[in-house]
């Protein structure tokens, strides 16, 4: 447990960015309201968004997929063969995304990703497409675009239906017969993780994303889908877009921070607890105390120069190292280090209610643990984000609660679990 010092302790407090200012105890509850009543048609700031896409079942050993990874940098395609050993991705092709520095249009889109994997189509029938923007996903599993962001530029794609685009454009080629099952990377990641594991040997899963972004999704029994809805006896899972959710209040720098972003307002969720947040943040709070005189003259005028920095520079100060970008005397370094892990420990703080929520909304973690699947450079590289929340999810989630939540980290799972989501559920 850290103990700051006091002239941390009070700047921290004064400006409502302490840690300790979040209950998880209280906004545990509150936020698994939310969630029930997002389920049930009622108001909620999360989505709760239907992805009519299950994680029940085996995979057969032989069976596989075309995967499609459109992200916000790479485009990514590969084939996944399921073995008795494990998941086998073999002609894996990566290129720079279309609609990077140069605009395309939606069917260029389509005949470029079609291009990529025909390749590829004489050796499965089903396509896993993990689409990493906004896109509605309709019961039979394709995903309706609303929108794409993140610097790519794809004109004419609003309302355009991803696999149906697909598929037809294969069909121009004369590669027919094969269905597509379109997903975000947030369920690719729960999906892919779960390939690994005895899935018996757990009452339920979650999927969380904790990296320059954050979202959750769950998979959710029968007994608990709502009115979303999904015919038959299998579970959902369920994506809860977790970033947009309102109902944790930040402090004085949160609220500098959302009034100078290009979406004010929104994802505040996001902005407590996500890597690309969590630098500008510890800038902002360390300009302030620059401002207020808490630093020496040196530490000010490097603070005051500071470029934009991430999670990662961050996590250096947080480990007492790289203060070449701060200057300033050790009392000041000591004083960054301080703010740093605060900024870790509150995310930490967050994101162990939005987990145990997910947990109690799922009936999950009683007589089997609850698995948690994750991905991103948060929980992957960070030194102290993680081993703060396995903490707190053992107080919270066991202590508190009587839960077992196991938290399982992977990498690059979104390729098979992409391939999982098309086998699974087609």
């Known amino acids: ?27 545990i509850g509150a936020m698994k309201t939310q969630m029930e009543s997002g389920l049930n048609g009622g108001p909620c700031s999360m989505e709760m968004i239907p992805t009519f896409l299950s994680n029940d079942g085996a995979l057969p050993h032989g069976s596989g997929a075309v995967v499609i990874d459109a992200g916000g940098t790479n485009f990514r395609c590969a084939l996944v063969r ?3 050993d494990g998941p086998v991705v073999s002609d ?8 990077i520095g140069e605009s395309c249009s939606w069917d260029e889109f389509i005949r470029f990703t079609a291009d990529r994997i025909e390749p590829l189509m004489d050796r499965a029938d089903v396509i896993g497409f993990c689409f990493s923007y906004s896109a509605a996903i309709t019961p039979e599993r394709d995903g309706r675009v609303l929108c794409i962001d993140k610097e790519v530029v794809i004109t004419d794609c609003e309302g355009q239906l991803v696999g149906a685009s697909l598929l037809a454009e294969l069909a121009r080629r004369g590669i027919t017969g094969k269905r597509a099952v379109i997903l975000n990377d947030t369920v690719a990641v729960l999906l892919g993780g779960a390939v690994h594991l005895d899935k018996s040997a757990y009452s339920g899963f979650i999927g969380q994303v904790s990296g320059t972004g954050t979202n959750t999704c769950v998979s959710l029994p029968v007994s608990r889908i709502g009115k979303l809805g999904q015919s ?17 209040e930040g402090g004085d720098f949160d609220r500098q921070l959302d009034a100078e972003s290009h979406n004010p307002g929104t994802r505040r969720f996001e902005k407590l607890t996500a890597g690309v ?25 490097h603070v005051r120069a500071l470029p934009q920095i991430d999670s990662s520079v961050i996590d250096a100060w947080a480990s007492g190292e790289g203060f070449s970008l ?11 280090r301080e703010i740093s892990l605060a900024l870790f420990r509150r995310s930490a703080r967050c994101m162990c209610v939005n987990l145990v929520a997910l947990a109690e ?7 089997r643990p609850m ?16 081993p703060e929340l396995e903490r707190l999810l053992r107080q919270y989630g066991g202590q508190e609660r009587g839960l077992t939540i196991e938290l399982h980290v992977g990498e690059e799972t979104t390729i098979p679990g992409s391939a999982a989501a098309a086998v699974l559920n087609t």
């Open 1 to 27: 447990m850290t103990v700051y010092s006091e002239k941390a302790k009070e700047f921290l407090a004064r400006h409502g960015m302490d840690p300790e200012r979040i209950d998880p105890d209280a906004c």
């Open 82 to 84: 399921f073995t008795e």
């Open 92 to 99: 894996m092709l990566k290129c720079r995304m279309p609609g």
């Open 232 to 248: 038959g006896e299998r579970g959902m899972i369920v994506n809860l877009e977790s970033g947009e959710y309102d109902g944790i």
């Open 277 to 301: 947040y969590l630098g500008q943040l510890a800038r902002l709070m360390l300009r302030g105390a620059a401002d207020e005189g808490l630093l020496s003259e040196d530490g000010a005028a």
């Open 326 to 336: 701060l200057g300033g005397d050790a009392e000041d370094q000591a004083f960054a």
């Open 361 to 367: 909304l799922a009936g999950g973690g009683h007589v």
């Open 371 to 386: 698995c948690v699947l994750a991905e991103g450079s948060l929980v992957q590289k960070g030194r102290h984000y993680r």
